[in-house]
């Protein structure tokens, strides 16, 4: 069993940046790939971010890329997102979710273990 609690969301003008974390608890978080995703009112919910269990392979969704960094301590078991030059479209609900296998996945179906989210407010 593993369980996820994010924090490190808040109100940031556009522009700034948050570090967002995905902290677990459970043996097996080392082991499992993690994915970010993010959910705004009346929206689907949306890949954001994913990792593999070593680290080694991440990937991004184009509307955050160049801007958005994760990275893991499995030391520490914690996932983090390092978000910059943010923008008012990134206002959102931040979920982290931990998948099944040590590898990543742009599905959120794919993914076994959620966290509440925490918000994140860009303002103009």
């Known amino acids: 069993q593993v369980q996820l609690v994010e924090s490190g969301g808040g109100l940031v003008q556009a522009g700034g940046s948050l570090r967002l974390s995905c902290q677990a608890s459970?043996?097996?978080?080392?082991?499992?790939?993690v994915g970010w995703f993010r959910q705004a009112p009346g929206k689907e919910r949306e890949f954001v971010a994913a990792?593999?269990?070593?680290?080694?392979?991440?990937d991004y969704a184009d509307s955050v890329k160049g801007r958005f960094t994760i990275s893991r301590d499995n030391a520490k078991n914690t996932v983090y997102l390092q978000m910059n030059s943010l923008k008012p479209e990134d206002t959102s609900v931040y979920s982290c979710?931990?998948?099944?296998?040590?590898?990543?996945?742009?599905?959120?179906?794919?993914?076994?273990?959620w966290g509440q989210g925490t918000q994140v407010t860009v303002s103009s």
């Open positions: 990792i593999s269990w070593s680290g080694s392979s991440r």
């Open positions: 459970g043996s097996t978080f080392s082991s499992r790939g």
């Open positions: 979710a931990a998948g099944r296998t040590g590898a990543y996945y742009y599905s959120d179906s794919a993914y076994l273990y």
